[in-house]
């Protein structure tokens, strides 16, 4: 066989197996889910309040431009944290500290005036500590269409519903304890695989291979599981062989969380978790004559279109013939 006779089979193997990966992802896409998880029921009479003043003069937040770069000359480490936080990008120093060049904090102030290297002053503000501090950018009580009259975010009407609030836990409390700035969200996989149990169960006859992976969120968890629309837990099962491998079939997958349309005006799905709400992915298959292993993950992506998943819980089942 000469050279080019060779690199023309190669080329042929190749595409060949891109169009035999493709077929099978085709057999194989996400899930369309039946909608579960409703309108948020009546609010506990423990946790309603008064609308806190000062909040409503604080927000909305002022207009672009402020970057908090000169904040971070001097609070380099809580700047760094932000950097990499779930809030990168969508939130700064001002957003959250400074309005009409005031500068407010939830500790107390070392004195009214600034210190002699300081460049202002700082005003306490205790309601910087409290959850209904996030509700502005977190909360939109508008319903969305075919959506059970849930609006787009509520994650802290969500929170106010939760043993967590009962508790007297903040989303400070949980998201940057002792005011570290991380804002720990999905993008901390230990803060992540807090918020949930998983186990998988599987048995065979020899011939089929039946079973589930149930994911349950934890009763420290605030809010709904994920919160809002767009990030997603991806459930999968599948028969392995005895190199790692995927076998053709029997892969199975399932997800947790919220997807709209395109245009974000319609629910396609809701499948969250409300603090010890479990869901399953129920499996069953034939079992593969090569499999060695029936492996169960659960995967973080951050929309339903993200190539990238970052896995945070696995567990592999070894098959005894």
């Known amino acids: 066989m000469t050279r080019r006779q060779l690199g023309a089979a190669v080329l042929l193997s190749l595409v060949a197996l891109c169009a035999g990966r493709c077929a099978w992802r085709a057999s194989h896409p996400d899930p369309v889910e039946s909608a579960h998880a409703a309108a948020l029921?009546?609010?506990?009479?423990?946790t309603q309040a008064p609308p806190d003043p000062w909040l409503a003069s604080f927000f909305p937040a002022p207009a672009a431009g402020a970057d908090g770069a000169a904040c971070a000359e001097c609070h380099?480490?809580?700047?760094?944290?932000l950097a990499t936080s779930a809030h990168a990008g969508a939130a700064n120093c001002q957003t959250c500290h400074v309005r009409e060049g005031v500068v407010f904090a939830a500790t107390p102030a070392p004195s009214a005036t600034p210190l002699p290297e300081a460049p202002h002053a700082v005003t306490r503000q205790p309601a910087l500590s409290s959850s209904a501090f996030c509700a502005p950018c977190h909360d939109d009580a508008t319903p969305i269409e075919g959506a059970a009259g849930k609006p787009l975010h509520e994650t802290f009407a969500e929170w106010q519903r939760t043993p967590a609030a009962a508790r007297g836990d903040t989303c400070q409390?949980?998201?940057i304890p002792a005011g570290d700035h991380a804002w720990r969200g999905l993008n901390d996989k230990t803060f992540t695989t807090s918020a949930f149990t998983a186990r998988a169960k599987f048995i065979s006859d020899g011939t089929r291979m039946v079973g589930k992976l149930t994911v349950t969120a934890t009763e420290g968890v605030g809010h709904r599981l994920p919160s809002a629309a767009g990030p997603e837990f991806v459930l999968s099962v599948d028969q392995l062989d005895y190199a790692g491998l995927i076998l053709e079939g029997t892969h199975r997958e399932g997800v947790i969380g919220r997807r709209l349309d395109e245009a974000g005006t319609v629910e396609l799905f809701d499948t969250r978790l409300l603090p010890g709400e479990a869901h399953e992915l129920r499996y069953e298959a034939p079992l593969h004559e090569d499999c060695g292993v029936v492996r169960a993950r659960v995967e973080v992506r951050a929309n339903a279109v993200a190539a990238e998943r970052t896995l945070v819980w696995e567990e592999r089942v070894v098959i005894s013939r």
Request: hydrophobic share 45%.
């Open 41 to 46: 029921g009546e609010l506990p009479a423990s």
């Open 76 to 81: 380099v480490a809580e700047a760094a944290a």
């Open 173 to 175: 409390s949980c998201h």
